[in-house]
């Protein structure tokens, strides 16, 4: 929270235990502001005491821990060091005493420190921080303008853009930080960056609205890019934009109502139609700094596209109200104003706008003029002539490799059932990984049957379903499996079950009984998790047995793209927080079989040229039963017990 990091260990105090460390830097930050608001430290008046009562206990306990004439000769240092950086302590408590009232105010989840005192709360810990900070505000009082901190550069900036800087100065970081300013001139508050305050002559979008939404000046990774965005409130929320333009509001008003006021303005009629599941995570986006920056990048492309098309709608178009879209696409990308999209995205957005506002806009004249060679269906054509190759030269591949195609199933096929036609759940195994030099799916891209068979069986390679394959690449689950499927492993108690994996651990070096420790514990909670919510079996195919615990992937029903979760995010978390997450994103958990068959949207859609009409129809008719199956399986509302908690 404020200046102060003491390292103890430069002062010739190389005994103190971690506990001193932290104990002392805890009361140099939050302890001394208060000791100090209160009275005047001298040589006489500062005790362990008075430390120990205001109330870090492991810090005077781990003073009681030292040798007696270690721990005057601490003290006799301490008081010298406080009284000499008093004054020092002091001047950072002034900078700093915005984010501690809001540090304590969160943590409380209380408005104010009077609040907090009237409801008596019991906590010593926060009783402490909120007593200590209110003769601290009496003393220097409350800074709602943070001007005077910052930095002479930044100062010269505000004056000479006529703004109020109304962030912490300890939250600029670079010139991409998103920070909040309020214009003096008009006295609103809006958030922008640094980068974007000195490129712009006037900064203040209230003040000053441009009529085009200017180039994107927001600088992202591609990581915090928005990615995806649910089709549906993309377009509704562009029918707002248009409705706007046409009531003849300015883009960067129309953008400020969009970030700063979505929840108000989604009163109206025309928001009002956004899903309700989508509008509570487009609210939450908004309010996260995650995804705040990248929103904005994203609304304002949007606002100029739609901009755009209305420009293209009012002027002079041909007397069947036709355009080509790839020349417009071509226009907007030669701009460079758009970076969110390549050309096949940006073609793919503009046509579904121009068909939402050709039916919910009434003077909305464009429609799409169809052209036979379309540059975006013969990449179509070419997508499903690649496909389609792939897939056949993958059945007369493994056709010809193990003698014909009713030879082409997993070894365990009495376990599994699983063979030609469902080709979309089939992997090949290298039995001896020593001798891979290739991955066996590059092979179905060469119509070089020869070599690819010849790779084939100088590898060792062997048919396997993705369950079997997946188990097999489990090495600490194999070695600990009888562990794993203890029959009174959730009964123990935390203590207990940490034992027991030391315990089993031990003849192992450090560093690796720490690596497999974590592996462990995170197969016992995935068999924990499933176990509790999902059965013993598989839900989709009703066959696979929870032994096959590696097997399980964990699949959304509902959620679109965005941010879903698979196990490998979810194994790391504690078991309320994973508990919460399926129940929010309505996960299920099936076999890696099923997985692969009903995500295998290309090779469904190709399966009549591929395996012909009848193997087709067998195939369609599993899928449709293993997704029957997955939509009446009903979440139990339990609240499973966190045997794992430390």
Not at 11 to 25: A, D, I
Not at 285 to 314: G, H, M, R, T, W
Not at 387 to 393: M, N
Not at 585 to 610: G, P, R
Request: aromatic share 10%; hydrophobic share 35%.
């Amino acid at each position: 929270m404020f200046h102060f990091n003491l390292d103890l260990t430069k002062n010739k105090f190389s005994w103190l235990e971690k506990n001193l460390k932290l104990g002392f830097n805890y009361f140099i930050n939050i302890i001394l502001p208060y000791f100090y608001a209160k009275k005047e430290v001298t040589n006489s008046n500062l005790t362990v005491d008075d430390l120990g009562k205001l109330g870090y206990q492991p810090f005077l306990d781990a003073l009681k821990r030292t040798k007696s004439n270690s721990l005057k000769t601490f003290i006799s240092w301490f008081k010298k060091l406080s009284i000499e950086k008093k004054n020092s302590i002091l001047n950072s408590i002034k900078d700093n005493i915005e984010i501690a009232r809001r540090h304590i105010q969160e943590r409380l989840k209380t408005p104010t420190l009077n609040s907090l005192m009237q409801k008596n709360i019991k906590n010593q810990n926060f009783n402490a921080i909120s007593k200590s900070a209110m003769p601290i505000e009496k003393k220097i009082g409350k800074k709602e303008d943070y001007s005077i901190h910052i930095s002479e550069e930044l100062k010269n900036l505000m004056d000479e853009k006529n703004l109020k800087l109304r962030s912490p100065p300890e939250a600029y970081k670079n010139q991409v930080t998103l920070l909040k300013f309020e214009c003096k001139k008009c006295k609103n508050q809006f958030q922008d960056n640094i980068k974007n305050i000195k490129n712009r002559r006037h900064p203040c979008p209230i003040c000053n609205p441009t009529l085009l939404v200017a180039p994107p000046l927001i600088s992202l990774d591609k990581d915090k890019n928005i990615r995806s965005f649910p089709q549906m409130s993309r377009l509704i929320i562009a029918q707002y934009i248009y409705n706007s333009l046409e009531q003849n509001q300015k883009p960067n008003v129309i953008l400020m109502a969009l970030l700063c006021n979505f929840d108000a303005i989604s009163k109206e009629k025309i928001l009002s139609q956004i899903p309700k599941k989508e509008f509570s995570q487009l609210i939450k986006k908004l309010d996260s700094n995650k995804y705040f920056a990248p929103l904005q990048l994203y609304f304002e492309e949007l606002i100029y596209l739609v901009l755009k098309l209305k420009l293209k709608n009012d002027s002079h178009l041909p007397l069947d109200n036709t355009f080509l879209a790839k020349h417009f696409v071509k226009e907007i990308l030669k701009e460079r104003t758009i970076s969110s999209y390549n050309e096949r995205g940006l073609y793919r957005i503009v046509m579904e706008l121009v068909d939402f506002f050709s039916e919910k806009i009434p003077n909305f004249k464009i429609t799409r003029k169809k052209v036979e060679n379309n540059p975006q269906l013969q990449i179509k054509k070419d997508r499903i002539r690649t496909r389609l190759f792939y897939y056949k030269t993958q059945i007369n591949l493994l056709s010809l490799f193990l003698g014909g195609t009713d030879k082409i199933q997993c070894d365990n096929f009495n376990e599994c059932s699983i063979k030609f036609p469902f080709l979309p759940a089939l992997d090949l195994h290298h039995m001896n990984e020593e001798l891979k030099t290739i991955d066996p799916s590059r092979l179905f891209s060469s119509s070089d049957y020869e070599k690819s068979l010849k790779i084939l069986r100088e590898e060792g390679v062997r048919p396997l379903c993705s369950n079997h394959h997946l188990m097999l690449h489990a090495d600490i689950f194999l070695e600990y499996e009888s562990f794993i499927f203890s029959k009174n492993i959730f009964n123990l108690s935390t203590k207990d079950l940490a034992n027991s994996i030391t315990s089993l651990l031990e003849d192992l070096p450090y560093s690796l009984s720490i690596k497999n420790r974590q592996k462990l514990l995170k197969w016992i909670k995935k068999r924990y998790i499933i176990e509790n919510f999902y059965g013993d079996v598989c839900i989709g195919c009703g066959k696979t047995s929870i032994k096959l615990l590696p097997a399980f992937d964990f699949h959304h029903r509902t959620l679109q793209e965005g941010d879903k979760l698979s196990w490998r995010n979810l194994s790391g978390w504690s078991i309320p927080r994973i508990e919460k997450t399926i129940k929010e994103q309505d996960i299920v958990a099936i076999c890696s079989n099923c997985h692969s068959l009903i995500h295998s949207e290309a090779f469904i859609h190709l399966a009549d040229l591929i395996l012909g009409e009848k193997k087709a129809e067998q195939l369609r008719n599993e899928i449709d039963r293993i997704n029957k199956n997955i939509d009446l399986f009903i979440m139990p509302n339990i609240n499973l017990r966190n045997i794992f908690r430390h």
